[in-house]
């Protein structure tokens, strides 16, 4: 192995090892996301609210895409990422209410 060979697997072990460790953030976070929308899943059933509430949603995306610029991260992978995690929400509340 060349030295540069070398060096080049150092840096992607390190790059991995980082990489790993936001994997761990992003699952814990959302995680704790999950905890907070199963409660509020909890509380719409409970007092006949909506699962969905497009007016939120539309506010939660325009501040994602402005924090998604600030963080240099495309604002249409944020949307889209977003959109994703909101839907399944919105099963999960759905659930609640049969
Ligand atoms: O804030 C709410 O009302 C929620 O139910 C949570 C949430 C979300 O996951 O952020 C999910 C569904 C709504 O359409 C809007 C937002």
Request: glycine share 4%; proline share 4%; hydrophobic share 40%.
């Amino acid at each position: 192995m060349t030295d540069t060979v070398k060096r080049a697997a150092e840096l992607l072990k390190g790059h991995r090892a980082s990489i790993d460790r936001l994997d761990a953030i992003l699952v814990y976070t959302l995680g704790e996301r999950f905890k907070h929308t199963q409660a509020v899943g909890k509380l719409k059933a409970e007092h006949d609210l909506p699962p969905s509430d497009p007016a939120r949603e539309a506010a939660q995306i325009a501040r994602l895409e402005d924090l998604a610029k600030e963080a240099d991260l495309d604002p249409e992978f944020a949307k889209k990422f977003l959109n994703f995690i909101i839907a399944e929400v919105i099963q999960h509340h759905k659930q609640h209410q049969t």
